[in-house]
């Protein structure tokens, strides 16, 4: 153990895999150690098992293409003769084609906002493009982490038919989304997606594929990235959990604790990365920033259905969206997914939320009580008030019976049996419990917030989604953030290794 080093990681999940990786490249001559409180790197939110492994680039999941409120007055649609009753409305002048030149499609009464959409189909780029520059120097071998799997989105019921028309239309133009494809013909999706088609009744459906979608194994990532960077001389500490955090003029003391011999011992390091899932918000409480004061974490767990009959698993090879149910959290959106792991086909179903204080799977079994504090306390509590809809929907789901499960399960894949299935536990989330300054109330938010100290010296990343695919858009902030200098003269090699120009993605399929 060096007395001190440029850069300390601590967790060995791909956010730490991730910020390393890209340090090793810009500073080969920088001494990176990584501190993992467990055996082997990669067993929490990362593991493969532990999440979807969906590499997020929105063309399926709903919750990025929120719909803007409704435009006054157009619920009223015109025919599509090309009669309007729009009478006095401000939309009665607009120009509506002409029923001679043939069917139209009518407008859509939806106005759907793709700015998140368009942002995480960006980051997902730029993870696949540093994956392909790794890739083609023989850094990870992406046949072991990463496949294609279409990306499918589907609905049922006239409602959410025109919805997904819609978002469909809004989509399809732009850049990053050209490929997906629309159909309502239940022929054609029984053709991308038969279990989700077959024993349906006629109501409506429709669905929209992309067929570069992607599977990722993101724990076989992250274990491939250490290992790489551990070559290029990082150190990687295992079973050593990182204590506590005192600032000593410019540099970061870790107070360290070696799970194994039970022995303490402290490293100096210049910069600390806090990437350690669940374990983040605690660490940055103790290390006491300013700036994480007021944010406080609500962890929601996750289970999966996991399929036992290789016969069913067989029969299906995508990963389909639907729609959350009523006061669902917004990464509680049901899907069927295809998974590849270990170089076996998986069939996955869930994630079925839940609801325990802890905020890792293996560890800090009250971590919600623990990270109390009189400065988020309020926040914590006014968020809990204004998200009832959802403590209760947790409630339901934590008590829900196997057959309400494969109930939720049969909305999708109507001939599911339950005997094909078994309940699997999947990683913890820490939602974030952001302090609004002006009113010192809080506010629950589903994304990934990067706290940074104001010297650069220390950053930590908070919440989940869409978590592990915007992991290198995630690490490049970071490294903007926080070395500001340095940023500039890293640009040219981060732009070689970032854009899609110079790293073709048939380095990775
Ligand atoms: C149910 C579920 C489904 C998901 N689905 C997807 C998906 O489909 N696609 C997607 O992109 N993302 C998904 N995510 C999110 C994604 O898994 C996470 O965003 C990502 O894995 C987080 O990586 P991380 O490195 O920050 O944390 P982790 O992988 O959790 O790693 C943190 C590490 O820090 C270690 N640690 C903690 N405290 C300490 C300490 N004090 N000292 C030393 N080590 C410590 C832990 O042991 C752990 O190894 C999902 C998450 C869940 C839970």
């Known amino acids: 153990m060096p007395a001190e080093v440029e850069v300390a990681l601590i967790g060995g999940g791909i956010m730490s895999a991730t910020i390393g990786t890209l340090l090793a490249l810009l500073e080969p001559g920088w001494q990176i150690a990584v501190f993992e409180r467990l055996d082997v790197v990669a067993q929490e939110s990362s593991a493969a098992w532990n999440n979807a492994g969906t590499g997020h680039a929105a063309y399926c999941e709903l919750n990025y293409t929120p719909v803007l409120d409704d435009i006054p007055g157009l619920d009223d649609i015109p025919d599509l003769d090309g009669t309007s009753s729009l009478g006095n409305s401000p939309l009665a002048d607009t120009p509506y084609p002409d029923a001679s030149q043939g069917p139209q499609s009518p407008p859509s009464k939806w106005r759907i906002d793709t700015t998140k959409a368009k942002t995480i189909n960006k980051e997902f780029q730029t993870s696949l493009n540093l994956w392909s520059h790794l890739a083609a120097q023989n850094i990870i071998k992406p046949q072991e982490f990463i496949s294609r799997v279409p990306h499918l989105t589907f609905v049922e019921g006239a409602e959410d038919v025109s919805f997904l028309r819609a978002r469909y239309e809004a989509l399809h133009s732009e850049a ?94 210049r910069f600390v990365f806090v990437g350690a899932g669940g374990g983040t918000l605690p660490l940055l409480q103790k290390a006491k920033l300013p700036e994480i004061k007021g944010y406080a974490g609500f962890p929601i767990s996750g289970r999966f ?40 086909l998986q069939l996955v179903f869930g994630p079925y939320a839940g609801f325990t204080p802890a905020y890792l799977k293996y560890g800090q079994k009250l971590g919600l009580f623990r990270s109390l504090r009189w400065h988020n306390i309020i926040p914590m509590l006014s968020a809990g008030l204004a998200n009832i809809g959802l403590t209760k929907y947790l409630i339901k789901e934590v008590f829900a019976s196997k057959r309400k499960r494969i109930a939720a399960l049969q909305q999708l894949f109507p001939t599911a049996q339950a005997q094909d299935w078994e309940l699997t536990t999947a990683g913890q989330r820490v939602q974030i419990i952001k302090p609004i300054r002006k009113h010192g109330m809080g506010t629950l938010a589903f994304g990934t917030e990067i706290v940074t100290a104001a010297d650069g010296s220390m950053a930590g990343l908070l919440g989940a989604s869409p978590g592990a695919s915007t992991a290198v858009a995630i690490a ?31 380095n990775l399929f």
């Open 176 to 269: 990053g989304f050209q490929h997906l494809e629309y159909s309502s013909d239940p022929e054609v999706i029984a053709k991308w997606a038969p279990l989700v088609v077959k024993g349906r009744s006629d109501s409506p459906i429709a669905a929209t594929r992309e067929v570069h979608g992607t599977d990722v194994n993101f724990g076989e990532l992250s274990a491939q990235l250490f290992t790489a960077l551990a070559g290029r001389g990082a150190q990687i500490y295992l079973e050593t959990e990182v204590v506590a955090l005192t600032k000593q003029n410019d540099r970061w003391c870790l107070q360290l604790y070696n799970r194994k011999t039970k022995q303490t011992s402290n490293v100096l390091a």
């Open 305 to 344: 259905l996991k399929c036992t009959n290789p016969e069913v698993i067989r029969q299906h090879h995508a990963k389909v969206y639907a729609k959350a149910a009523l006061g669902a959290p917004p990464m509680s959106v049901p899907h069927l997914d295809t998974r590849i792991i270990d170089g076996r």
């Open 476 to 506: 490049v902030e970071t490294l903007n953030r926080c070395f500001p200098t340095k940023y500039l003269t890293w640009l040219p090699h981060l732009n070689d290794m970032l854009s899609e120009h110079t790293q073709p993605s048939t």
